[in-house]
C-alpha cells in the first residue's frame, strides 16, 4: 500500500496532532479557572501560530485527498471498503468543520476580552453551556473519533505493519481504542465547561 502513504500522511497525522495539543492545553481547566489561565495562557503570537498551524494541517487534508489515486470508482483504496472510505471522508468534513470553528471561537474570545485566559475560561463556560453548541461539538468530536480510527489504522496497514486478516482486525480495535480515549478525554474537558465538573481530573 505504499502508494496510499502520501494520502494517509497528509489527512489523518496532522490533524491529530492539533487534536492532541488542544487537549493538553485544555486540559489544565480541569483544575479550576487559576490554572487554566496560569497553565494556557493565550497571547496573539500563539494565536496568530495556532491559526497558521490549522489552515496549513487544513491545506494538508484537501491535498491529502487529491492525492488518492483509484484504480476504479468502487476501489476503497486504504480502507476496509468503499462505504469506509466514504464514510471516511465525511466524518473528515465534520471533524474539520469542528476544528475551523473552535479557531473562529478563539479569535472571538480574544477579540472580545483580549489575551486574558481567565476570561476566556469564563466565556467558555457560558458559550459551551448552549444546547446547540453543546451538539455541534459532541457530533464534532464524534466525527473526528471515527476519522482518527479509521485513519490511524489506515496509516499503519499503509505502513504495513498488518499483513493479514487477523492482525488487521487487531489493528482496527487497538487503532479504535486509541481515539476513543483521546475522544473520551476531550469530552472530560467540555463536561467540565458545560456542568461544572469533570469525571476524571487527572494528577
Known sequence: MPRYRSHIALTVWPITALFVLELARMWPALRGASSFAAASPVTWPSLVAHTVAVLASLAAYVRGWSTLRL????????????????L??????????????????????????????????????GFLSHLPVLGFYALGLAALGLFL??????????????????????????????????????????????????YWMGP
Open 88 to 125: 471516511q471522508k465525511l466524518a473528515g468534513g465534520l471533524a474539520w468543520a469542528l476544528a475551523v470553528a473552535h479557531l473562529i471561537l478563539r479569535w472571538f474570545m480574544t477579540v472580545r476580552v483580549g489575551p486574558v485566559a481567565l476570561s476566556h475560561y469564563e466565556l467558555l463556560r
Open 149 to 198: 480510527s479509521q485513519g490511524l489504522a489506515a496509516s499503519l496497514r499503509a505502513w504495513g505493519l498488518s499483513r493479514g486478516a487477523e492482525s488487521s482486525r487487531w489493528l482496527e480495535v487497538g487503532c479504535t481504542l486509541a481515539s476513543a480515549v483521546m475522544v473520551l478525554m476531550a469530552i472530560n474537558v467540555l463536561s467540565h465547561f458545560v456542568t461544572g465538573r469533570a
Open 71 to 86: 484504480r476504479s470508482p468502487t476501489e476503497a483504496g486504504p480502507y476496509r471498503s468503499e462505504g469506509c472510505r466514504r
